[in-house]
């Protein structure tokens, strides 16, 4: 693994040694208080996913379809 300090966050990049062409991981890190804030996965292929946990709301009210596989394949109007 690796890991930086970039604007006051703390980067920490992980891999598989054994198979470093699958991808790596990198976790972001605030300084104060140190808490986990995003991390990116890059695939074999360059791709990356990024998971920001700043921008997640909290107390809110979630609609019960929100989270429903039922719900948005009918709001898509697929067949089950």
């Known amino acids: ?3 930086s ?3 006051g ?3 920490v990049v992980a891999l598989d040694k054994k198979h ?7 976790l972001i890190f ?3 208080p140190v ?3 995003k991390w990116i996965i890059t695939d074999d292929m360059g791709s990356q996913t990024t998971v920001d946990l700043a921008t997640l709301w909290r107390d809110g009210v979630y609609p019960e379809d929100m989270f ?3 719900a948005e394949t009918a709001r898509r109007g697929l067949k089950n």
């Open 35 to 37: 808490a986990l804030t």
């Open 9 to 11: 966050m703390t980067h």
């Open 68 to 70: 429903s596989i039922d």
């Open 30 to 32: 605030s300084e104060n």
């Open 20 to 26: 470093p062409d699958y991808g790596t991981i990198e």
């Open 1 to 3: 693994f690796d890991h």
């Open 5 to 7: 300090e970039i604007e």
